[in-house]
Each structure stands twice: as structure tokens, then as C-alpha cells.
């Protein structure tokens, strides 16, 4: 069965940083690229980035540019989100999500979901 | 980047009946779009791909349809377990982006 499981999220202040992660079971990681997408809670979906397979490549949503970088450890199935100078409009569920293989914007499926809270 | 306008923002309905929700992109998409349903507190779940392909496991009573800017998702014969709220998504261009979403409701 395919897992995503985030965690990494929690409050932080004005300011700071957060680094998210994503672990993945039931598929080859290496062979995907993946996407991350947040939602402030009670609005709609926002994609943030995406990793190509092996994290050559990326791409960010232009409101994170410079702040946020995504990055990706093949060895240990694992997805991350290094979100720095964080402010209070980047408060939301980060979702990690898969994407193909040989198409990038493929999303299914999702993770559960980390809360980040960016408040003082 | 490609706008999603997706309609109604919301609507009330009962269990039984059909109902049909919009996405109309701002330029062509082809049929790289595809439909999710979100449920309180719970991730996103893709229901229809590359516009009318249904996902695995999803019931025959969601189908989805339309090429380029106009798109349809139709839920036959609403169930309990359908009231939710659902998202368009197109995945033609980088950055993909999703409608505003349509919260369907128990009349």
C-alpha cells in the first residue's frame, strides 16, 4: 500500500523556520517526482513545489520562492520542505503528494497532512 | 498561470439526486484535469483523472467529462457519504492550480 506519512509541523514565529518531511512506503521514491500543496484551514488547495526524482529539479509556487526549498534523500524515501523567513500567511496543512513518473503534475495520493501554525 | 473557476462555491441537495459540478479553465487544458473530494479534517482523494478516467476503487456514480476550458464532474444518485467538498485540478501547465472548490451539502 502506498504511505505518505509529514510531520515536521508545529508553531513557529514570525521569522523563523520549519523543516517538513515526508516519508514514503509501498512504492519506488526514487522513480517519482513529488509535489508539496498547503491549505489554510477551512480554504482551498495551493500548490507549493515539486521535486523531479531524483532532485535535479524543482519548482516553487511564486508566493514561497527564495524562502522555501524542497529537497529529497532516495536512500531514505524521504521528501522534504525547508520553509524559512516564514509568515503568518504561510499558516496551513502542508499535504506531500506523488506525482509520476514520467509526468510530473500527477497527484494521487495525498499525505494525512502537518499543521503549520506561524504566529507570535 | 491558468485560473480555475469552479461552480457553484456551494449547493444543498438530497440523498438520491444528481448533481453536476463545473470547472472552466482560462485557457485550454486539453483533458489534463481531474476531480478530488476533500472530507472534514481528512486529505484530499482523486475521483476522476485526465478529465473522465475513474480512479480505482471510486464509485461507477461519479463520471467526469470535457476538453479544453469546460469541464464537468457529476455525482448520480447522491449518497450519505458523498457530501463533501470538491476541487478541480489542472495539471497541463506548471503551476498546476485547483478551482476555489464546491462544498456539497445535505438539504
Known amino acids: 500500500e502506498v504511505q505518505l506519512v509529514e510531520s515536521g509541523g508545529g508553531l513557529v514565529q514570525p521569522g523563523g523556520s520549519l523543516r517538513l518531511s515526508c516519508a514514503a512506503s509501498?512504492?519506488?521514491?526514487?522513480?517519482?517526482?513529488m509535489h508539496w500543496v498547503r491549505q489554510v484551514p477551512g480554504k482551498g488547495l495551493v500548490w507549493v513545489s515539486v521535486?523531479?526524482?531524483?532532485?535535479?529539479?524543482?519548482s516553487y509556487a511564486d508566493s514561497v520562492k527564495g524562502r522555501f526549498t524542497v529537497s529529497r534523500d532516495n536512500a531514505r524515501n524521504t521528501l522534504y520542505l525547508q520553509m524559512n523567513s516564514l509568515r503568518g500567511d504561510d499558516t496551513a496543512v502542508y499535504y506531500c503528494?506523488?506525482?509520476?513518473?514520467?509526468?510530473?503534475?500527477?497527484?494521487?495520493?495525498w499525505g494525512q497532512g502537518t499543521l503549520v501554525t506561524v504566529s507570535s | 498561470d491558468i485560473q480555475m473557476t469552479q461552480s457553484p462555491s456551494s449547493l444543498s441537495a438530497s440523498v438520491g439526486d444528481r448533481v453536476t459540478i463545473s470547472c472552466r479553465a482560462s485557457q485550454s487544458i486539453s483533458i489534463h484535469l481531474s476531480w478530488y473530494q476533500q472530507k472534514p479534517g481528512k486529505a484530499p482523494k482523486r475521483l476522476i483523472y485526465s478529465a473522465s478516467s475513474l480512479q480505482s476503487g471510486v464509485p461507477s456514480r461519479f463520471s467526469g467529462s470535457g476538453s479544453a476550458t469546460d469541464f464537468t464532474l457529476t455525482i448520480s444518485n447522491l449518497q450519505p457519504e458523498d457530501f463533501a467538498t470538491y476541487y478541480c485540478l489542472q495539471s497541463f501547465d506548471t503551476p498546476p492550480t485547483f478551482g476555489q472548490g464546491t462544498k456539497v451539502e445535505i438539504e
Open positions: 509501498g512504492f519506488t521514491f526514487s522513480s517519482y517526482w
Open positions: 521535486s523531479n526524482s531524483d532532485g535535479s529539479t524543482s
Open positions: 503528494v506523488r506525482g509520476g513518473v514520467s509526468r510530473p503534475n500527477w497527484f494521487d495520493p
